[in-house]
């Protein structure tokens, strides 16, 4: 390839998959219709590329810090976070908590489906079929391997997400953070620990 074209980023240059066609097709679509612009779909991505999961460890915070806000949480999800503005439309949000008898899990054994708005982009290892199908199989042991042991007197919940039904881990408060405020709290509430493959931990925040 010559240096021109790799200046231009050609060199990038893959065949598109099914799917990608789809997408490009669709878009193009809508754009020749005049029911987006480009320009509006650029902002949107950009935006989903930009989120973290800070909103979600806003929302945690929140529920360790408030029992009123913590049951109309685990009572409808979705509801709740429309408190912090946050707009999960055509999506059902289930909060499942985890308690010192059962520690819960998510992942989507179809393809990826992840709470985005609060979590922002998956993982690659939530999207592998590896994580997919072993976490179901095997989760003691999938969990094992990135680090958490899970007593054996506690109960293991995978959930699989679909479309239109996504889950968040209520993952427990650690005992030291009494008297910590909602921002400090929200330090330790990571991204892992909101799908459960981890549990918040004080040292985290130091
Ligand atoms: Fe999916």
Known sequence: MSDAAEDKGLGDYRPLSYFQLMEV??????????????????????????????????????????????????????????????????????????????????VCTLCSCYPRMLLGLPPDWYKSGNYRSRVVREPRAVLA????????????RVHDSTADMRYLVLPMRPAQTAGWGEAQLAQIVTRDCMIGVAVPKVSDSL
């Not at 945690?60 to 999960?88: H, I, Q, S, Y």
């Not at 391997?145 to 293991?156: K, N, Q």
């Open 25 to 106: 097709s669709l878009r193009e679509l809508l754009v020749e219709k005049g029911i987006v612009t480009d320009a509006q779909v650029q902002a949107t991505l950009e935006d989903m590329r930009a989120r973290g999961p800070e909103a979600g460890a806003r929302v945690v915070a929140r529920a360790w810090t408030d029992p009123g806000f913590k049951a109309r949480l685990l009572e409808n999800g979705t509801r709740a976070c429309e408190e912090f503005g946050l707009d999960v439309p055509a999506l059902r949000l289930v909060v499942v908590e985890n308690t010192p008898q059962v520690h819960n899990v998510i």
């Open 145 to 156: 391997e990135f680090g958490l042991r899970v007593p054996d007197h506690v109960s293991l």
